[in-house]
């Protein structure tokens, strides 16, 4: 008994394993209840089901970040909840980019929260790495988080003033897609719901294993998150260090989101204005980082109630100038 309570209260990157480890099985039993239950059997999930989805998700997170309140206090609560709001926001253009994978390899609807959901375990590993990586840059190398910071800024300025050209990048050209289908065998065809399947090969007649559009897909949405998680990571980082808080604010935010898909996907071209709110939001915390430099902190308060504003504004103004839009 006594090593195993000294393993639970070993301090693990700042933060007691025990807590780790309520966050992992709170997260686990979550995915679990989502394909176990809810999605045994496979099915379209309509705007009605997305919206419940996220709800459910929201509302577990939220409730996370009132157990960090007690447990850490309400500064790290309000940088959770700060780390929560910016990673659903900044997660929302991969929206398109999820939208548009799905829609190049031709996955029908009752495929995708498939490919949506096997993604979420993907993430839930290569953010780790990220935030691992990052955390042990910013402790060995504090000037790091000015490098972020500047980052930051010019990111949003590059985002605000950056033109909509409205064209999708040609998949048919993307290196990986072409790395996958030069060096593994790859079927024309869906297979259900399958990532790999067994097939005669067409050279040699034997049974061998295939991947599938599906599994493409996957592969494509991973590598799209790595990309816009050089964005989330350090905007997050710029709101905490703590490692713990910058993990899970990410990772209760993509669960979100991912749940949200099928109604945002529908309804993206109406968020005319959220490209500018975020560029904001980026620029806001690009600043917040240079003003701590020259001893100037804005309080976590402060920094959730205009992250909060400036996301807000900027949905309820798209809403508003494309009611007309609104079917």
């Known amino acids: 008994m006594e090593p195993l309570i000294s393993f639970l209260t070993t301090p693990f990157l700042g933060t007691v394993a025990w807590q780790w480890l309520l966050f992992l099985a709170i997260v686990l039993a979550i995915l679990a209840f989502d394909l176990g239950v809810l999605h045994r059997e496979e099915h379209e999930i309509e705007v009605r089901e997305s919206f419940l989805l996220y709800g459910g998700y929201f509302a577990v997170g939220m409730l996370f970040g009132l157990w960090v309140w007690f447990q850490m206090g309400s500064a790290s609560a309000l940088e959770f909840y700060t780390g929560f709001l910016i990673e659903q926001s900044l997660s929302m253009d991969n929206v398109f980019v999820m939208a548009m994978i799905l829609g190049f390899f031709g996955i029908p609807r009752i495929y995708q929260h498939r490919v949506l959901f096997w993604g979420i375990l ?55 897609v072409n790395f996958i289908r030069r060096h593994f065998r790859v079927t024309d065809d869906l297979h259900g719901s399958k990532f790999f399947v067994r097939l005669p090969d067409g050279k040699t007649g034997k049974v061998v294993l295939f991947a599938t559009p599906l599994f493409l897909a996957l592969v494509l949405i991973e590598l799209a998150d790595l990309v816009f998680a050089v964005d989330s990571v350090p905007a997050i980082f710029a709101i905490t260090q703590d490692p713990f808080i910058v993990y899970t604010s990410n990772i209760f935010a993509i669960l979100g989101l991912r749940s949200l898909y099928f109604a945002l996907a529908a309804m993206m071209h109406r968020f005319v204005y959220l490209k500018y709110a975020l560029a904001l939001v980026l620029v806001f915390i690009g600043c917040k980082i240079l003003l701590h430099g020259l001893d100037i902190k804005i309080h976590a308060g402060v920094s959730l109630g205009v992250t909060f504003a400036l996301l807000t504004g900027g949905v309820l103004l798209s809403l508003y100038s494309t009611r007309k839009q609104a079917s």
């Open 122 to 176: 993907g993430v839930i590993v290569l953010r780790a790495l990220m935030i691992g990586l990052g955390a042990a840059l910013v402790q060995e190398f504090e000037w790091i988080l000015y490098v972020f910071g500047v980052f930051l800024l010019f990111s949003g300025i590059k985002m605000f003033f950056s033109k909509d050209e409205g064209e999708h990048p040609d998949l048919t050209q993307n290196k990986m």
